[in-house]
């Protein structure tokens, strides 16, 4: 009886590995077996000749039905959404880390495991109805770039608080004392010692942050992001975004071409965000080198 | 006495206030949402809002059967991902050899990678059709086709906390079985699962953390239908869908306002999971932060 | 306070929450020489130490009653009654502990942290000074090439010559050194004692051992402490 429970618990174990590990195959398989072949400059340029991919980076040509202005919109999304998120993000980290008291840090702690939790949609709807409201009341802002960089700030920011806040909790308290041995004041060797002996993980945060910037489309869709809009002209445009680009051809694709393209798209985004996560590593560990022991 | 500062920024005072500022815009997002949907809390609030028809032509806002969707969609892909991430996780513990654990370990951080859009694609493109040949009825957008593609979605959240507490487990406790004689079953039933109840809770939670503020899966492969999601092949709304497809109505209209009621459901649903975290999970887990590309 | 003595204490008392570890104590001690402050393991040997820099203030829980009196500058300060800046108190009174402690950095950002968190900016007037206490520490010759290289890579006397010289670089007048010695090996402890000796015209210096031959070696005056109480 006994031998059967066993064989049955490890059947079980089995199956689900086999079966998680057929979906993410079946999944890659997918989009490399039907997407491999369109990867290259056309997907991204619409034209494989130098001449026009310069003039297209140069912004002296207009792309059509490629890659290349949802990828500079995400692109600048990210670049948005951290310059907002990463000062408020280190700074409410460095409170909660070094300054806060017990109480005030398990309020704040869990005000913000409460926005890393809200769905990123409601995010987006925060985003927009102020958007709507200050527009009926005192400008003329409108949903663009610089609304969905902001909200995705905010879909962000908990990523680096935390990351921040535990990098700097888990460092030995023998460099606090040491520190305050050597006649240091507490912003100063939160500067100079403690926030650069945190950086690896708070380089790991930041990578998350861009990982989860790049990928999100529920708050874009709410602020901004549009199926056909070219290059933004200023954060005050609308724009293009490769993960709405892949919702917007998997809802509206009509033919086989559009379909690939989609495709593509996906694999794009896939590429991007894995070399994002490998990528940190090496970058996270050589920064913090430099940091610490290049003193010219 | 040297009586120059060497501090750079004047330190606690400025910190607070930027903190306290974000955590007021926290509750700005609720505070808003409260305040443009105003208009609809009147004493008929119940009546008209919770009813089960969603017909703004008919003037009939219930918007019941999206909260039954979302709460269907997030039960049935609970139910789907726990046993696939349990069995995943005692495999990584305890069943496979350590390479072979490894790479499945790889796999599942991997998956944490892969953007939600392209899960929903892939969703539209091969299993929406394959359930649509199978059930033979419907166009394969439904209820079981979210809830699968979101169980895929946040196992490996779950499995990463189930592995993370169960390798919390001391090995003395695992010796001590071992030594009575126990093998991989006993070791499940008397020192794992018993010992990582608070990890298995917190992953739950997690989880169902996920499932509940996603998004594009359900908008991509439900179906959207505004009916009450009567069977697996139902075609269902979520909360979340609604707001993202009422969002093209007139910003002043009833219907378009209805959606400030979803997003209020979604916060304080949000909230409460977040409070009960805290009881199985004071300090935060790691792999809630691993937790990556949601 | 006494002619000729640096820190005076007065009636100090020191508690860890409701455990008292020094017991109502007062003594003195004098400048530019090496004070020993010797006595069993737990008998509040480096709190005393700690009531001279209130370095004491970082830990949850203790509490001072009495008085400590330093002469900086030639001025008599009370540090529980007057208004000087923690981090000021600490650049002129430094400490080296029992364990060497080089922060994660390379040798020549250890030496030129003190210096950056005081506002010394000027990278010349940093190099001088790291070259000089270098010097002074018996350590330049060893260590010239490579600065830049992780200071956790030192031996351990070297370690700690290099905390005694990131002790120094801010020039303070009172140097603190808890059991400085205990964890080297013969070789090391000699050189650090004769470090200690040519330190005496710089500064005073207040050294807690519990090695009574290495009190007997260097030390020109030494109070013995048992249970929180001077013998």
Redesign the interface.
Same mark, same amino acid.
């Given at each position: 009886m006994n031998r059967i429970y066993d064989f049955t618990l490890s059947l079980f174990a089995g199956v689900c590995g086999l079966l998680l590990i057929a979906s993410v195959a079946v999944m890659l398989g997918f989009l490399v077996g039907q997407g491999g072949s369109v990867l290259g400059l056309k997907l991204i340029f619409g034209s494989t000749d130098f001449r026009e991919i310069i003039d297209i980076i140069l912004l002296r040509q207009v792309v059509i039905n490629a890659l290349w202005p949802a990828l500079i919109g995400t692109f600048l999304l990210v670049f948005t959404a951290l310059i907002t998120a990463l000062p408020l993000g280190l700074g409410v980290g460095v409170y909660l880390a070094e300054y806060a008291g017990k109480p005030a840090k398990v309020f704040f702690s869990l005000i913000f495991d409460l926005l890393a939790g809200v769905p990123s949609i409601v995010i987006g709807l925060f985003g927009f109805s102020v958007t709507i409201y200050l527009h009926s009341h005192f400008s003329d802002l409108m949903p663009c770039l610089l609304i969905s960089g902001m909200s995705l700030a905010l879909l962000v920011l908990p990523y680096l608080v935390r990351t921040t806040q535990s990098a700097l909790e888990e460092l030995p308290s023998a460099l606090r004392v040491t520190s305050f041995a050597l006649g240091a004041e507490k912003s100063s060797i939160i500067l100079l010692v403690l926030l650069p002996q945190a950086l690896p993980g708070i380089f790991s945060g930041i990578v998350l942050a861009i990982g989860r910037a790049a990928e999100d489309t529920a708050v874009i869709m709410l602020t901004g992001v549009v199926a056909s809009a070219g290059i933004p002209r200023s954060i005050f445009d609308n724009y293009e975004a490769l993960p709405f680009y892949i919702y917007h051809t998997a809802s509206q694709f009509s033919n086989q071409h559009e379909l690939q393209q989609g495709i593509g798209a996906a694999l794009v985004l896939l590429i991007i965000c894995t070399l994002l996560f490998t990528g940190a590593g090496l970058l996270r560990k050589k920064a913090t080198h430099h940091f610490l022991y290049h003193s010219k | 006495?040297?009586?120059?500062? /060497?501090?750079? &920024?004047s /330190?606690?005072t400025?910190?607070?206030l930027?903190?306290a500022g974000?955590?007021l815009?926290?509750?700005?997002?609720l505070g808003?949402?409260v305040f443009?949907g105003r208009p609809l809390f009147t004493a008929d609030f119940f009546n008209l809002f919770m009813s089960s028809v969603w017909a703004p032509d008919q003037h009939l806002f219930g918007i019941l059967p999206f909260v039954c969707g979302t709460l269907a969609i997030v039960i049935l892909s609970l139910l789907i991902a726990f046993?696939?991430?349990?069995?995943?996780a005692?495999?990584i513990n305890l069943?496979?050899p350590q390479l072979p654990a490894k790479f499945?370990y790889r796999?599942?951080k991997?998956?944490t990678?892969?953007?939600?859009?392209?899960? /929903? &694609?892939?969703g539209?493109?091969?299993l929406v059709p394959f359930l649509r040949e199978w059930s033979a009825s419907g166009s394969g957008m439904s209820l079981l086709s979210a809830a699968l593609l979101l169980a895929?979605l946040i196992?490996p959240t779950m499995i990463l906390v189930f592995v993370e507490s169960f390798t919390a487990i001391p090995q003395p406790h695992l010796n001590a079985v071992a030594a009575l004689g126990g093998?991989?079953?006993h070791k499940?039933i008397y020192t794992l699962l018993p010992g990582a109840k608070n990890g298995i809770m917190t992953g739950l939670l997690l989880a169902a953390?996920r499932a509940?503020?996603?998004?594009?899966i359900a908008l991509?492969v439900a179906g959207n239908a505004t009916a009450m999601p009567e069977s697996l092949f139902a075609s269902v709304r979520t909360l979340?869908a609604h707001?993202?497809l009422v969002?093209a109505a007139d &910003?002043d209209s009833t219907e378009f306002r209805t959606? &400030?009621i979803c997003?209020i459901i979604?916060?304080l649903g949000?909230?409460i999971?977040?409070?009960t975290?805290?009881v199985f999970n004071r300090n935060?887990s790691k792999a809630d932060?691993e937790r990556?590309?949601? | 306070m006494i002619p000729g003595r640096v820190v005076e204490i007065e009636n100090l008392s020191f508690y860890y929450g409701a455990q008292r570890v020094l017991n109502n104590l007062s003594c003195g001690f004098a400048g530019h020489s090496i004070c020993a402050v010797t006595g069993p393991s737990g008998s509040g040997k480096s709190t005393l130490l700690t009531t001279i820099n209130r370095l004491w203030e970082e830990v949850d829980g203790a509490r001072v009653e009495g008085v400590v009196k330093v002469l900086l500058d030639n001025m008599e300060i009370d540090l529980h009654e007057s208004k000087i800046r923690l981090a000021q108190l600490r650049r002129k009174v430094g400490m080296v502990f029992q364990i060497p402690n080089p922060l994660p950095m390379s040798i020549y950002k250890n030496l030129t942290l003190p210096l950056r968190m005081a506002g010394i900016k000027n990278r010349d007037q940093q190099r001088q000074r790291v070259e000089r206490v270098l010097q002074d520490a018996f350590l330049w010759p060893e260590v010239k090439m490579r600065l830049q290289s992780d200071a956790r890579l030192l031996s351990g006397g070297q370690q700690q010559r290099l905390c005694i010289a990131r002790a120094m670089i801010l020039e303070p007048e009172i140097l603190l050194l808890d059991e400085p010695t205990s964890s080297l090996d013969e070789g090391a402890v000699s050189e650090i004692e004769n470090l200690l000796l040519n330190l005496k015209e710089r500064c005073s210096l207040i050294m807690v051992s519990h090695d009574l031959e290495q009190v007997a070696r260097i030390a020109d005056s030494s109070v013995e402490l048992v249970a929180g109480s001077l013998v």
């Open positions: - | 006495m040297i009586n120059r500062s /060497g501090s750079i &920024f /330190g606690h400025f910190l607070l930027l903190t974000c955590g815009l926290i509750l700005a997002v808003f949402m443009l046993p696939l991430s349990l069995g995943n005692v495999l069943l496979l499945l796999i599942v991997l998956m990678g892969i953007p939600t859009v392209i899960y /929903g &694609f892939v539209i493109s091969l895929l196992s093998n991989v079953r499940l953390g509940l503020g996603d998004t594009m991509m979340t707001i993202a969002m &910003f959606i &400030f997003g979604l916060y949000t909230l999971l977040t409070l975290l805290r935060g932060l990556g590309l949601s | -």
